[in-house]
Nanobody, 120 residues
Framework: DVQLVESGGGSVQAGGSLRLSCVGS????????MGWFRQPPGKEREEVAV?????????RYADAVKGRFTASQDNARTTLYLQMNSLKPEDTGMYYC?????????????WGQGTQVTVS
């Protein structure tokens, strides 16, 4: 079975940092791009940072997080990280890891269960 397991969420004060991790298993890693999405309270899920090339080196960021968040993968491409700095209250939400068989993310094939981030 495919699994995406997120960890690293928590509560932090504005200006602080958190690092999220997502470990994937049960699928062929070089056939999927991984990414991060979030769902703020009362809002729809939105893209945060997604890998958009098959070599895993190019990442697309949402305008709201550019310059503050950095996504990266381990060499085996089994784990995706999200380093979040200068956190703002509007970054609060459930953060989800996802995998897509399309580098342009026209569809999303798998989702993790999510990890909560709260910034106050």
């Amino acid at each position: 079975d495919v699994q995406l397991v997120e960890s690293g969420g928590g509560s932090v004060q504005a200006g602080g940092s958190l690092r999220l991790s997502c470990v994937g298993s049960g699928y062929t890693y070089n056939r999927y791009c991984m990414g991060w999405f979030r769902q703020p309270p009362g809002k729809e899920r939105e893209e945060v940072a997604v890998v958009v090339t098959w070599n895993g080196l190019s990442i697309r960021y949402a305008d709201a997080v550019k310059g503050r968040f950095t996504a990266s993968q381990d060499n085996a491409r089994t784990t995706l990280y999200l380093q979040m700095n200068s956190l703002k209250p509007e970054d609060t939400g459930m953060y989800y890891c996802a995998a897509s068989s399309y580098s342009d993310w026209r569809t999303t094939d798998y989702w993790g269960q999510g990890t909560q981030v709260t910034v106050s």
